[in-house]
């Protein structure tokens, strides 16, 4: 499974950043697309994830800041993310679950390679 994350990088508080993800090669469908991170010393969790129905979480530190899109036709996920925080550096993955190739391969739950995001002043 490819998918391809990009957009962290070093930003102020208070500012934004885009992180993009795609899957590529002949797919099926995506159950679900997200985003996870994991900060330093602490364990991966859930930023954000969007359905292939529509439906949206979001975990509690990324509500009302971060907004999640995805693009079922291309297979992408898009996590904007505004007004950061100092505790929202993190190294952030791009996850799918349920991934099906035209091909009949499956994939329960595939993960990028990780884009850190880092906010300081």
């Known amino acids: 499974v490819q998918l391809q994350a990009s957009g962290g990088g070093l930003v102020q508080p208070g500012g934004s950043l885009t992180l993009s993800c795609a899957a590529s090669?002949?797919?099926?469908?995506?159950?679900?697309m997200g985003w996870y991170r994991r900060a330093a010393g602490k364990q991966r969790e859930l930023v954000a994830d969007?359905?292939?129905?529509?439906?949206?979480t979001y975990a509690d530190p990324a509500k009302g800041r971060f907004t999640i899109s995805r693009d079922n036709a291309k297979n992408t996920v898009t996590l904007q993310m505004n007004s950061l925080k100092l505790e929202d550096t993190a190294v952030y993955y791009c996850?799918?679950?349920?991934?099906?190739?035209?091909?009949?391969?499956?994939?329960?739950?595939?993960w990028g390679q990780g884009t850190q995001v880092t906010v300081s002043s």
């Open positions: 969007f359905t292939r129905g529509g439906m949206i």
């Open positions: 090669g002949s797919i099926s469908r995506i159950n679900v």
């Open positions: 996850n799918a679950k349920g991934l099906k190739y035209v091909s009949g391969d499956y994939f329960a739950n595939s």
